[in-house]
């Protein structure tokens, strides 16, 4: 497939793009707050794709080379972009909205691990994450980055993207808290009713 891909026949192309359609724009989904650049980004990503894979050399996967090829083409997005993502200091979020709930971290956790999200609930929290945060969570734990190269790619220091990773867990553990509850006022609801 990937040999009639390179000799540009469009059958394998259509074939390439339909498989992996979904898995690419879950990738792109994952960096962006918004369906629509999600869309423009995949459609955009896979024309990279096409036109670079002559360049894919069989050293390790061809699904995780698309996928790199993806994640750089949406990080470039973003850094072209980036003044349009910041609103508010990212410190000052984290900060106010982690004092608190530290203290009651292990109630908390298992409160956590014994509810049920659903994969749109999980998105959510990822994408309602400030930029900076959302990308270093998706390069670090899902994209299996390290903070070597984190850095490398976002132009911050190994310690920034360490840090911002810690924020990043703790809010996403906050916000996945904020939502039990949040379950929790709506089945008491039910209850009553």
Request: glycine share 6%; proline share 1%; with cysteine.
């Amino acid at each position: 497939m990937i040999i009639a891909c390179k000799r540009g026949e469009v059958s394998a192309l259509k074939i390439v793009y339909e498989r992996y359609y979904s898995l690419m724009y879950g990738v792109c989904l994952r960096y962006l707050k918004n369906v629509t650049d999600a869309e423009d980004l995949v459609q955009e990503g896979f024309m990279k794709i096409f036109k670079d894979i002559g360049s894919f050399k069989g050293k390790g996967s061809f699904e995780g080379w698309m996928k790199k090829v993806m994640i750089n083409n949406v990080l470039a997005y973003l850094r072209k972009h980036k003044n349009e993502f910041v609103s508010h200091d990212i410190d000052s979020i984290a900060e106010d909205e982690m004092d608190a709930f530290e203290e009651e971290e292990l109630t908390i956790e298992n409160q956590i691990r014994n509810t049920d999200f659903t994969r749109e609930e999980l998105i959510g929290i990822i994408q309602s994450l400030p930029q900076g945060y959302q990308q270093v969570l998706n390069l670090f734990v899902v994209d299996e980055f390290k903070h070597q190269e984190i850095a490398t790619v976002l132009n911050i220091s190994e310690g920034t993207s360490k840090s911002q990773l810690n924020r990043a867990r703790k809010l996403v553990k906050k916000r996945l808290f904020d939502k039990v509850l949040e379950k929790e006022a709506i089945r008491a609801k039910n209850d009553v009713i």
